[in-house]
């Protein structure tokens, strides 16, 4: 088989990069290993930036999401009690949408005419230096598809950035000794707006997926069992880490899904080798605070589809071949807010009473100043493509 362009993953990057392209009447086949329930099964992002909304709309999968999504025009910080809503209409004019990702991934899914090739075994990338190809097996037999190009958009955990020679390419990596358990619940959130809550006793976030059903989390540390965590232990200790209003207001139920993130910031560089890209989690992990990652996806993936249509349809290379320095600069950007959030709500043991000390005079500068608030809300609303 031959298409254009093969795309490994089939998660929003790869769904997004592939719809994007077939719009286009460029012929790309997507490979993904598992299989699509088991896809759709995954629990992860909330959060959609202006971009994203935008990017779904011209993928022409953004009807449901209109009409379910949830906009919101601001989020509260709160450290040991104390509450700071950011007004993100007032300060910046703009908002985000609350959308899962599972959403956004079966809007994709339906949206698709082209083929994507679930539950492949054993994809591998071939010759990305010269004439690319891929193979893979399904249902036991080899398949090969040769290409002019390959995206890797296979996640922090596939094969495309793995195949790359190890002196063609620097990672950097900072592991957190911490992660997220998060419970999903058909209950009304507890507030209008996502809460995002430093307590000495660790950070938790309350989140939401609809007008009926809450998304929570709480910092654990890095190699906590989801098992240990029974539902009555998780409210209790979410609760202790609100203010008591939001902690009186919580309405708890039996969870529908309960997992630990591990948390990591990560950037690989470049993102280009030969004729072989890398997109989204493949290329770069941000801690989930904040709510990064799939904009991040989207924002590479936008870049991507355009340089591969300037290459096709006006026989330019000059975006393919600025692709990684171009994505790289805002990558670090998100990488940088993301740390910054991170570090400023979590508790952190060997930073001793010093360190607890800097995160409350950070808060108290934020709820201080309305510069301070404009690029916290600049950050979280998501910086220009
Ligand atoms: P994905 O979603 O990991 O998809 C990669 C796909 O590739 C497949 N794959 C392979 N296929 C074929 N052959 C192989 N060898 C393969 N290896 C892997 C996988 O099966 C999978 O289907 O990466 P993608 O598309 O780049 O999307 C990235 C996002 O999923 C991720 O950044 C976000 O979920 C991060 N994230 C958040 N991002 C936000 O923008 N806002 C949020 O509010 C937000 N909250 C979160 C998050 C991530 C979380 N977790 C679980 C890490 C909250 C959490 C808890
Ligand atoms: C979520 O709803 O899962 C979510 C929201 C905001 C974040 C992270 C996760 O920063």
């Not at 362009?5 to 997507?30: K, S, T, W």
């Not at 700071?84 to 949408?97: A, K, P, S």
């Amino acid at each position: 088989m031959r298409a254009q362009v093969v795309i490994i993953g089939a998660g929003p990057a790869g769904l997004m990069l592939g719809r994007l392209l077939e719009l286009a009447g460029i012929d790309a086949v997507i490979l993904e290993r598992k299989s699509p329930e088991y896809v759709l099964g995954r629990i992860r992002a909330g959060v959609l930036e202006q971009g994203t909304i935008d990017l779904m709309d011209r993928a022409q999968a953004g009807a449901r999401m209109h009409a379910e999504g949830l906009i919101h025009h601001g989020v509260e910080l709160s450290f040991d009690g104390d509450r700071q809503r950011f007004d993100f209409t007032q300060l910046m004019g703009r908002h985000v949408m609350v959308y899962g990702q599972t959403e956004v991934t079966r809007d994709l899914m339906a949206a698709r005419q082209a083929m994507t090739i679930y539950e492949a075994d054993d994809v591998s990338v071939h010759d990305f230096d010269g004439r690319p190809w891929v193979t893979y097996r399904k249902n036991g037999v080899t398949h090969r598809i040769d290409c002019d190009f390959i995206a890797g958009c296979d996640g922090f955990h596939g094969v495309a950035r793995a195949s790359v020679p190890p002196t063609a390419i620097t990672t950097f990596e900072r592991t957190y000794p911490f992660g997220w358990l998060g419970v999903l619940v058909d209950q009304p959130p507890v507030a209008d707006e996502l809460i995002y809550a430093h307590h000495e006793r660790g950070f938790a976030l309350c989140s939401q997926r609809s007008a009926t059903r809450s998304r929570y989390y709480v910092q654990v540390p890095a190699d906590e069992k989801a098992d240990a965590w029974d539902d009555a232990r998780f409210w209790d200790e979410l609760r202790s880490r609100l203010n008591p209003e939001s902690a009186e207001a919580l309405r708890t139920g039996p969870s529908i899904e309960k997992s630990v993130a591990p948390l990591r910031s990560f950037v690989a560089e470049p993102l280009r080798f030969g004729q072989l890209f890398l997109c989204g989690d493949a290329a770069h992990i941000v801690p989930p605070t904040g709510a990064k990652g799939l904009n991040l996806a989207m924002s590479d993936v936008a870049a991507l589809a355009d340089a591969f249509i300037e290459h096709y349809v006006d026989s330019s290379l000059a975006a393919l071949d600025g692709y990684s320095a171009k994505v790289l600069r805002r990558i670090w950007k998100a990488e940088r807010f993301s740390w910054w959030m991170t570090n400023l709500l979590h508790t952190f043991p060997e930073n001793g009473a010093f360190g607890r000390r800097i995160q409350r005079a950070e808060f108290d500068y934020l709820a201080g100043s309305v510069s301070a608030q404009q690029s916290f809300a600049e950050n979280y609303l998501g910086l220009p493509l």
